[in-house]
């Protein structure tokens, strides 16, 4: 199977030329692919940063969705087309087992999910609904979402989220897209299946990236938990690391004891101040 891989820095050609192998995906075997990979890639990559519109959406049940309802929390974006055999429905099903961990690991309300079909032709409500059933996804912050062509090209321009009609359905980039609470793209994650880390960890940085002026002590107590927590993969769970806690405690101890020797000292230094016969 193909790894998974994120990437949220710079550009880097050696680093894009191996993930093309990776995640450009041709419609049907032995035959050449309408997109080209490394400018696909090097689309893909341009976005982060970009801040995304208030586009308009039908969701599964037929339901309008506008994209700045969701807007306050980071929103997890994945494109997909509903005839595809393979591909697409590989990349629903592991994006539905790591949005499960990051439920349990950031908490129910912590982030969106929207998937968006982008075989306009086909893909509508019932096509969506029917796709998130097939892989038993009740999740009520998942959105699976379809609209008119100009609508969706134009969220996937602004996603870097790159893809060509071609005999028989798409080429496309197998790519899962992050964006912060202001809809600004923050990372993409490549990749058909990919372990919960790639999605967590970049949504647990959004957490820890809030202002922590003017919040309360539950939510300062949230992110010490976020702070603390390790990816299990035998369990396929995070968990808390209480040798994290330890070693804050241990190194504020030892920051507070250096802090109270250069006080004595400074103290003793000064005139009329030193030890007392």
Same mark, same amino acid.
């Given at each position: 199977?193909?790894a998974?891989m ?66 306050? !929390?980071?929103?997890? %974006? *994945?494109?997909?087309?509903? #005839?595809? +055999? ?7 099903? @592991?994006? $539905?087992?790591?949005?499960r ?39 009520? !912050?998942?959105?699976? %979402? *379809?609209?008119?062509?100009? #609508?969706? +090209? ?7 989220? @790159?893809? $060509? ?56 107590l ?7 927590? @390790? ?15 330890l ?29 007392r016969?």
């Open positions: 199977m193909m998974g994120s990437v949220g820095g710079r550009f880097r050609p050696a680093l894009l030329a191996a993930a093309s192998a990776l995640v450009l995906l041709s419609a049907s075997n032995g035959r050449a692919a309408a997109l080209d990979e490394e400018q696909a890639l090097g689309i893909s990559q341009a976005a982060i940063g970009r801040e995304t519109g208030n586009h308009r959406f039908t969701d599964q049940h037929g339901q309008p969705l506008e994209l700045a309802a969701l807007r306050g !929390r980071p929103v997890v %974006v *994945s494109y997909i087309y509903t #005839s595809c +055999a393979f591909i697409c429905p590989t990349l629903t099903s @592991s994006l $539905a087992q790591v949005v961990v990051a439920r349990q690991t950031l908490g129910e309300e912590a982030f969106s999910v929207v998937t968006v079909g982008f075989d306009t032709r086909v893909d509508g409500p019932e096509q969506m609904r029917r796709h998130a059933a097939e892989r038993g996804i009740r999740d009520p !912050r998942w959105y699976f %979402v *379809s609209g008119d062509e100009a #609508s969706v +090209a134009a969220f996937a321009g602004e996603i870097g989220f @790159s893809y $060509a009609p071609v005999a028989g359905g798409f080429d496309h980039l197998t790519q899962v897209t992050i964006l912060d609470s202001a809809g600004r793209v923050y990372q993409q994650v490549y990749g058909p299946e990919f372990q919960p880390p790639m999605l967590v960890d970049p949504l647990k940085r959004l957490a820890l990236g809030m202002p922590v002026t003017e919040r309360p002590l539950a939510d300062f949230s992110r010490v938990r976020l702070l603390c927590t @390790s990816y299990d993969p035998k369990s396929g769970r995070y968990r808390f690391d209480y040798s994290l806690i070693e804050i405690a241990i190194g504020l101890s030892c920051a507070l004891l250096v802090l109270v020797f250069v006080l004595r000292s400074w103290r003793q230094e000064q005139p009329g101040t030193g030890p016969p």
